[in-house]
């Protein structure tokens, strides 16, 4: 049980470059969230999927597109990099209740 | 929409000292109310958490307490140890609602 796995770690990106994050969970969660961490911002919402084939904007969704696709895994899509995309990058999941399990984390940098 | 205010952003305490960190929200239909730490390099793990229809919770050197008419809940933790020394994030969300949403964190510095 691995639980909540985000692809890749780290990855650097020149303005203007597309990228998909991945998020895999093996807990059976209906509910998967992606989340940037800046300094001083706490963990923001950037876009959330309540059920296979189904998303929602969060509170940052500008320059980001998901899909869910598969009940396991939620991507996040970036189709044209900008610096102020630089960030930690985390996926969550969780079921019914509200404790959410988070994934290790993506750092991203975008020169 | 919903907001939620943490206080402060950082605090450093000596081991061994209680430190506390003040959280405010804006929706009144909030009721649960969790609390995050996460360590260096490390993702946010659920450490304690508090529902509306509770004044106050403790497991071991945490506590958490709600007070829904101010709409502020606080974390409390005794006796510091360096091993506490880390980032804590305060959230709220809705029951039935989809969404949690993340106070700013307040780092916390235990010196031994």
Redesign the interface.
């Given at each position: 049980n691995a639980g909540v796995t985000q692809t890749p770690k780290f990855r650097v990106l020149k303005t203007g470059q597309s990228m998909t994050l991945l998020c895999a969970q093996d807990m059976n969660h209906e509910y998967m969230y992606w989340y940037r961490q800046d300094p001083g911002m706490g963990l923001r919402l950037i876009h959330y999927s309540v059920g296979e084939g189904t998303t929602a904007k969060g509170e940052v969704p500008d320059g980001y597109n998901v899909s869910r696709l598969k009940k396991q895994n939620f991507l996040l899509g970036l189709e044209s990099a900008a610096p102020s995309q630089t960030s930690v990058y985390f996926c969550a999941s969780r079921l019914t209740g509200e404790k959410l399990f988070f994934g290790s984390g993506t750092q991203l940098s975008v020169l | 929409?919903e907001n939620v205010e943490?206080h402060p952003?950082t605090l450093s305490v000596q081991e061994g000292d209680s430190a506390v960190i003040k959280c405010t929200y804006s929706d009144s239909a909030s009721n649960?109310f969790?609390w995050?730490k996460q360590e260096l390099g490390?993702?946010?793990?659920?450490i304690i958490?508090i529902r509306s229809n509770v004044g106050e919770k403790k497991d071991q050197r945490i506590a958490v307490t709600l007070n829904k008419t101010a709409k502020h809940f606080s974390l409390h933790i005794t006796e510091t140890q360096p091993e506490d020394s880390a980032v804590y994030?305060c959230a709220a969300?809705k029951g039935g609602g989809?969404?949690?949403?993340?106070?700013?964190?307040t780092r916390l510095f235990v010196k031994a």
């Open positions: - | 929409g943490q952003s649960y969790p995050y490390k993702r946010p793990q659920l958490d994030f969300s989809f969404k949690t949403i993340f106070g700013a964190g």
